[in-house]
């Protein structure tokens, strides 16, 4: 009998269906290659949602999503409601509840890839960042009060646990491990810890002895290094092939992997997992919902085609995932760009394309 995966999909808002749909025909692909079943049920959790119902994603909605393998997730963002509500309600609300408490950012420069480093190609821009992803300043712990006064305060604390932390570092030595057994030239690199310790004493300290003591303990044959956060922007840019693993807080890492996101092609390229290792984790395109060029055939998918294929990656489809990543590089070659409209080609012959290959 057939393996089969439940999957909730959410492709959500502006252009985030359309790339869902294209992502999924690669998925459906790797899925009858390979042989194991893909079962999707929609919901329309998003912007449009929430304009007509006042609804985010409610309790209900989070003890639903625990029964699926995995959540595939298009974008959520739109024009008409103000910044924070869905961001919160939706997106952060998913991530807390079900404990994805890994945000999973592969930076990766693929060939025929634009980047705008100068003299940088697919052999220097190839890691992994590991964003800690339900704790910090996320948390929101905190509060402001005299609001509008001159004597106005606001607070927003960074809050860490050493088991928070513990296992998030736990999953950036077990990645690097993985990576140093597939290719030597990973093992040359260290795995990166990337903090603020001159500044942040507490927190950033907190972070620095966890990383060292495991290391030390679990993991000796690996190579540790460590960066401060506005450093470390500086390496991505002038250095990237310094890294392998970065493992990092969530603030931290959800600045620094804007950045590795321009400098693997962009957001049409980009895509992230937030991982709950023993639950539910969620797969999405860094993109964002574009509603600029929603239901005009011109956003890239690519981004989404690759959200798939972790998700593929990480519920153990791993021959499906690499099929997909194959498709991907051929299809890549043949653009003329990965920005939105510049292809060369429709959102969805890219998707057609991807699919045919895998
Ligand atoms: C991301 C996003 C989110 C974050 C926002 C939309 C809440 O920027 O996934 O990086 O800050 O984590
Ligand atoms: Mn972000």
């Given at each position: 009998m057939s393996k089969t995966y439940n999957i909730a999909l959410i492709p959500g808002d502006g252009t985030g269906p359309e790339v869902v749909a294209e992502g999924k025909k690669s998925l459906d692909a790797a899925a009858s290659k390979f042989g194991f079943k893909l079962n999707y049920t929609s919901f329309d959790f998003g912007g449009e949602r929430y304009l007509k119902t006042?609804?985010?994603?409610p309790d209900s909605a989070i003890e639903e999503l625990r029964k699926f393998d995995s959540i595939y997730l298009g974008a959520i963002g739109h024009p008409d409601v103000k910044p924070g509500i869905l961001e919160t309600g939706i997106l952060l609300k998913a991530r807390f509840a079900l404990d994805q408490y890994i945000n999973l950012r592969p930076v990766r420069l693929y060939p025929n890839v634009e980047t705008?480093?100068?003299?940088?190609?697919p052999e220097h821009i190839d890691f992994v960042v590991v964003r800690e992803n339900t704790g910090g300043i996320y948390t929101s712990l905190g509060g402001a009060t005299r609001?509008?006064?001159?004597d106005e305060i606001a607070t927003q604390l960074m809050i860490y646990d050493r088991r928070t932390v513990d296992r998030c570092i736990r999953y950036a030595f077990e990645l690097k491990k993985k990576r140093n057994a597939l290719n030597p030239k990973y093992a040359e690199k260290p795995i990166t810890l990337i903090h603020k310790r001159n500044v942040l004493t507490s927190c950033g300290d907190l972070w620095y002895r966890a990383f060292e003591e495991m290391g030390a303990r679990d993991y000796p044959e690996i190579k540790r290094d460590y960066n401060h956060v506005d450093a470390a922007n500086m390496w991505f840019v002038k250095?990237?092939?310094?890294?392998d693993v970065a493992v990092t807080e969530n603030l931290f890492g959800d600045i620094i992997t804007d950045l590795g996101a321009m400098i693997q092609g962009g957001l049409g390229v980009a895509a992230g997992g937030n991982i709950n290792p023993e639950g539910v984790s969620m797969f999405e395109p860094m993109?964002?919902?574009a509603p600029k060029y929603?239901?005009?055939?011109?956003?890239?998918p690519m981004a989404a085609i690759g959200a798939g294929m972790m998700m593929l990656d990480t519920l153990g489809e791993t021959k499906a995932a690499q099929a997909i990543e194959a498709a991907m590089i051929e299809v890549m070659k043949k653009m003329k760009s990965q920005a939105a409209g510049k292809m060369g080609y429709t959102t969805t012959q890219v998707g057609d394309m991807v699919a045919g290959l895998v």
């Amino acid at each position: 009998m057939s393996k089969t995966y439940n999957i909730a999909l959410i492709p959500g808002d502006g252009t985030g269906p359309e790339v869902v749909a294209e992502g999924k025909k690669s998925l459906d692909a790797a899925a009858s290659k390979f042989g194991f079943k893909l079962n999707y049920t929609s919901f329309d959790f998003g912007g449009e949602r929430y304009l007509k119902t006042g609804e985010t994603l409610p309790d209900s909605a989070i003890e639903e999503l625990r029964k699926f393998d995995s959540i595939y997730l298009g974008a959520i963002g739109h024009p008409d409601v103000k910044p924070g509500i869905l961001e919160t309600g939706i997106l952060l609300k998913a991530r807390f509840a079900l404990d994805q408490y890994i945000n999973l950012r592969p930076v990766r420069l693929y060939p025929n890839v634009e980047t705008p480093l100068k003299d940088k190609g697919p052999e220097h821009i190839d890691f992994v960042v590991v964003r800690e992803n339900t704790g910090g300043i996320y948390t929101s712990l905190g509060g402001a009060t005299r609001v509008g006064t001159q004597d106005e305060i606001a607070t927003q604390l960074m809050i860490y646990d050493r088991r928070t932390v513990d296992r998030c570092i736990r999953y950036a030595f077990e990645l690097k491990k993985k990576r140093n057994a597939l290719n030597p030239k990973y093992a040359e690199k260290p795995i990166t810890l990337i903090h603020k310790r001159n500044v942040l004493t507490s927190c950033g300290d907190l972070w620095y002895r966890a990383f060292e003591e495991m290391g030390a303990r679990d993991y000796p044959e690996i190579k540790r290094d460590y960066n401060h956060v506005d450093a470390a922007n500086m390496w991505f840019v002038k250095n990237p092939e310094w890294f392998d693993v970065a493992v990092t807080e969530n603030l931290f890492g959800d600045i620094i992997t804007d950045l590795g996101a321009m400098i693997q092609g962009g957001l049409g390229v980009a895509a992230g997992g937030n991982i709950n290792p023993e639950g539910v984790s969620m797969f999405e395109p860094m993109g964002g919902s574009a509603p600029k060029y929603k239901g005009q055939n011109v956003i890239n998918p690519m981004a989404a085609i690759g959200a798939g294929m972790m998700m593929l990656d990480t519920l153990g489809e791993t021959k499906a995932a690499q099929a997909i990543e194959a498709a991907m590089i051929e299809v890549m070659k043949k653009m003329k760009s990965q920005a939105a409209g510049k292809m060369g080609y429709t959102t969805t012959q890219v998707g057609d394309m991807v699919a045919g290959l895998v």
